[in-house]
């Protein structure tokens, strides 16, 4: 009985929608951004004992976690084998036995796009933030953007620092990252190697199409997302009565005029 209440408390934390659980999940979302700041900074600083000690401590972290959401998990072999939960093993190996460079630090980043687009995190800032409602395909569009930008800067960084003189620290490859994917493209940095050039290709094609899905969502009339009842249709006018596809009457959730 212990062990099964103890297993309900930590899913009522991952999953549950009381104040605990919210400041938990908001936890998890600022300890991964604290990564993510501590992956830039220590591109600037020497390899030692120091920045091996919290590499640990965060492989550490990222154990448990993943640990937690496989305890908790209805389906623990099919999360271990998705896409981040191979994601996340190889990230936790990385940092608990440094073989390859510094960890596959850009899989770092994508622990960012798991958690912030998981239903519970969504549903979260839906409730805490009413302006995410409101605009929440343009947010959702900017931080993807952003997300495959840090997740790309630190690909470049890990697979050119020590190869690339050009690129010594994460400033260096944020920069190399921005000109491309805006293709700008001054020249004064450029990756070496045909993995390099293949890298660049991708940056390019991949980093246009979110840019252009941004832009496209900026200007696109803001619609609010509540799903029909009738025919499922998510994406309304903000002040519709009736679904414009079946005539339902809906009751679209309105905090009024900023």
């Known amino acids: 009985m212990a062990y099964r209440s103890l297993r309900t408390q930590f899913r009522d934390l991952y999953e549950g929608p009381a104040p605990a659980a919210d400041r938990f999940r908001y936890g998890l979302l600022a300890f991964d ?3 993510v700041s501590w992956l830039v900074a220590s591109s600037f600083l020497p390899r030692g004992a120091h920045t091996t ?4 401590a965060i492989g ?3 154990l448990a976690d993943l640990l937690a959401r496989l305890w908790i998990s209805r389906k623990p072999l ?3 084998l998705s896409f981040w939960g191979i994601a996340d093993i190889l990230v936790i190996v990385s940092l608990l036995f440094p073989i390859w460079g510094e960890g596959l630090a850009f899989l770092r980043v994508l622990r960012l796009y798991r958690v912030f ?3 519970q995190t969504l549903d979260q800032l839906r409730d805490d933030i009413p302006g995410f409602r409101r605009h929440e395909q343009a ?3 900017g931080l993807n953007l952003l997300i495959f930008l840090f997740a790309t800067t630190a690909l470049v960084y890990q697979t050119q620092s020590g190869v690339n003189d050009k690129i010594t620290n994460y400033v260096d490859a944020l920069y190399f990252t921005v000109t491309t994917l805006s293709t700008t493209g001054f020249g004064d940095i450029t990756l070496v190697g ?3 050039k293949l890298l660049s290709v ?3 094609i991949v980093g246009i199409s979110l840019f252009l899905r941004l832009v496209q969502v900026v200007l696109r009339p803001p619609k609010a997302h509540f799903p029909c009842p009738t025919c499922g249709l998510r994406r309304h006018d903000h002040d519709a009565v009736h679904c414009k596809a079946c005539g339902t009457v809906l009751n679209i959730p309105d905090d009024g005029l900023d």
């Open 78 to 80: 099919r999360e271990i």
């Open 117 to 119: 687009h998981s239903p």
């Open 139 to 141: 947010v959702r569009a």
């Open 33 to 35: 951004l604290l990564t």
């Open 202 to 204: 991708a940056i390019m």
């Open 53 to 56: 000690t919290i590499d640990l």
């Open 194 to 196: 045909t993995g390099g």
């Open 60 to 62: 550490l972290v990222f």
